[in-house]
């Protein structure tokens, strides 16, 4: 309804005008109260000024013209005192009607604030149940990956055994039942510091500070030490195989004159007690695992040793890191292959995927970067495959 200025001219029945006045009510009001119902009655003008006692636009007085066509009530015998009576029953009335419009605010307020705790329960068991959860899965988690360690260690155990069975020294499978072959590993088998990378290093430096030396001298190093581990592994009861004599004419020529291949001996397990000429080797299972790895480490650095004289000869330009290449017989394994290039680290990557070499030989960059291989180590495991594919 557009609103009314100051300048409109309100038609009003005087009588009832009249009435409103000696109740108390200002003329503006009065007026705009029988101008807004319609001058139908004096109670429904009370209700009006009643509903918009607050607003203050209606306190101006308007222009008021009185409309004869207008009927005024029957005239009846009202005196002050009831026109009074009448104004506080109305106002009274209106007032009731207020409180109740209030009590029923109040009450919606109650039912916004229930309804809103009602939701922040049902979220707060919403957020609980997700915690337990994601509690279970990672429980559930926890255990899978407890169920993947010791799959990944009776592999391993089974490997090793395999790989002593091909050095032909003593498995568990010889003196007891082969039930026992994948049991898990014993705690200080498995704290016992490994020396494949002092070996490696130890062949790497014999092969760099003697680079001068002819290259048929230096196959021979490795080929004796070579038939010393091998014969040491294979017959670790013959005593004259476990006593190496330091003065002797071949072993001094081939071996005794580098300080390296000295040693390597001695990682392997040999010692020279006080001012013996002797080297001897202890008969225990630490010694036989020593003796494993450096026959492979041997075995690895004397075929690397003849690859990078091939690619020599033939005018090529050989990267550091390929020396480490080996050659991949039918029974090397993941393990040793990776162990030969210094990645051994990678190796439960590859057991869990149950990657053997057939597999291994096969494999893509993708597939290395799909068991979270990085780069560079993807390169060195590509190459190395590659120059015996």
């Given at each position: 309804?557009?609103?009314?200025?100051?300048?409109?001219?309100?038609?009003?029945?005087?009588?009832?005008?009249?009435?409103?006045?000696?109740?108390?009510f200002?003329?503006?009001?009065?007026?705009?109260?029988?101008?807004?119902?319609?001058?139908?009655?004096?109670?429904?003008?009370?209700?009006?000024?009643?509903?918009h006692?607050?607003?203050s636009?209606?306190?101006?007085?308007?222009?008021?013209?009185?409309?004869?066509?207008?009927?005024?009530?029957?005239?009846?015998?009202?005196?002050?005192e009831?026109?009074?009576?009448?104004?506080?029953?109305?106002?009274e009335?209106?007032?009731?009607?207020?409180e109740?419009?209030?009590?029923?605010?109040?009450?919606?307020?109650?039912?916004?604030?229930?309804?809103?705790?009602?939701?922040?329960?049902?979220?707060?068991?919403?957020?609980?149940?997700?915690?337990?959860?994601?509690?279970?899965?990672?429980?559930?988690e926890?255990?899978?990956?407890k169920?993947?360690?010791?799959?990944v260690?009776?592999?391993?155990?089974?490997?090793?055994?395999?790989?002593?069975?091909?050095?032909?020294?003593?498995?568990?499978?010889?003196?007891t039942?082969t039930?026992?072959?994948?049991?898990?590993?014993?705690?200080?088998?498995?704290?016992?510091?490994?020396k494949?990378?002092?070996?490696r290093?130890?062949?790497?430096?014999?092969r760099?500070n003697?680079?001068?030396?002819?290259?048929r001298?230096?196959?021979?190093?490795?080929?004796?030490?070579?038939?010393i581990?091998?014969?040491?592994?294979?017959?670790?009861d013959?005593?004259?195989?476990?006593?190496?004599?330091?003065?002797?004419?071949?072993?001094?020529?081939?071996?005794g004159?580098?300080?390296?291949?000295?040693?390597?001996?001695?990682?392997?397990?040999?010692?020279?007690?006080?001012?013996?000429?002797?080297?001897?080797?202890?008969?225990?299972?630490?010694?036989?695992?020593?003796?494993?790895?450096?026959?492979?480490q041997?075995?690895?650095?004397?075929?690397?040793?003849?690859?990078?004289?091939?690619?020599?000869?033939?005018?090529?330009?050989?990267?550091?890191?390929?020396q480490?290449?080996?050659?991949?017989?039918?029974?090397?394994?993941?393990?040793?292959?990776?162990?030969?290039?210094?990645?051994?680290?990678?190796?439960t990557?590859?057991?869990?995927e149950?990657?053997?070499?057939?597999?291994?030989?096969?494999?893509?960059?993708?597939?290395?970067?799909?068991?979270?291989?990085?780069?560079?180590?993807?390169?060195?495991?590509?190459?190395?495959?590659?120059s015996?594919?």
């Amino acid at each position: 309804m557009p609103a009314e200025t100051e300048s409109d001219v309100l038609e009003v029945n005087r009588g009832l005008l009249k009435e409103l006045e000696d109740m108390g009510f200002s003329m503006a009001r009065a007026a705009w109260g029988l101008h807004h119902s319609g001058n139908s009655s004096l109670e429904a003008a009370v209700n009006w000024i009643v509903d918009h006692e607050n607003d203050s636009q209606f306190d101006k007085t308007p222009v008021v013209e009185f409309n004869i066509e207008i009927e005024s009530p029957s005239p009846g015998d009202d005196t002050a005192e009831t026109a009074q009576a009448r104004a506080n029953e109305l106002k009274e009335r209106a007032r009731k009607l207020r409180e109740e419009e209030t009590k029923r605010e109040r009450e919606r307020e109650k039912e916004r604030i229930r309804a809103g705790k009602e939701m922040m329960e049902t979220r707060r068991i919403a957020e609980e149940n997700e915690r337990k959860r994601n509690i279970a899965l990672r429980k559930a988690e926890k255990e899978e990956e407890k169920k993947a360690r010791e799959k990944v260690m009776m592999k391993v155990n089974a490997d090793k055994a395999e790989r002593k069975s091909r050095l032909g020294l003593p498995t568990v499978a010889e003196s007891t039942s082969t039930s026992t072959l994948v049991a898990p590993l014993d705690t200080k088998k498995m704290l016992m510091p490994s020396k494949s990378k002092e070996m490696r290093e130890c062949l790497r430096s014999l092969r760099r500070n003697h680079k001068e030396e002819d290259p048929r001298t230096m196959r021979r190093v490795f080929e004796t030490l070579l038939m010393i581990v091998r014969n040491a592994a294979k017959t670790p009861d013959e005593e004259k195989y476990r006593r190496i004599r330091v003065t002797n004419r071949l072993f001094q020529e081939r071996v005794g004159r580098f300080k390296e291949g000295l040693e390597f001996m001695e990682l392997c397990g040999f010692k020279r007690e006080g001012g013996s000429e002797f080297l001897s080797l202890a008969n225990d299972e630490g010694d036989m695992s020593r003796l494993r790895d450096a026959a492979f480490q041997l075995q690895s650095a004397s075929s690397s040793e003849q690859s990078c004289q091939e690619e020599t000869t033939a005018g090529k330009m050989i990267p550091h890191f390929l020396q480490t290449i080996v050659l991949l017989s039918a029974g090397t394994s993941v393990d040793s292959f990776l162990e030969s290039l210094g990645l051994e680290k990678y190796s439960t990557s590859f057991q869990v995927e149950e990657v053997d070499m057939d597999a291994l030989m096969h494999m893509t960059d993708d597939d290395l970067k799909a068991l979270l291989i990085p780069m560079g180590p993807r390169k060195k495991i590509l190459l190395a495959l590659g120059s015996k594919r």
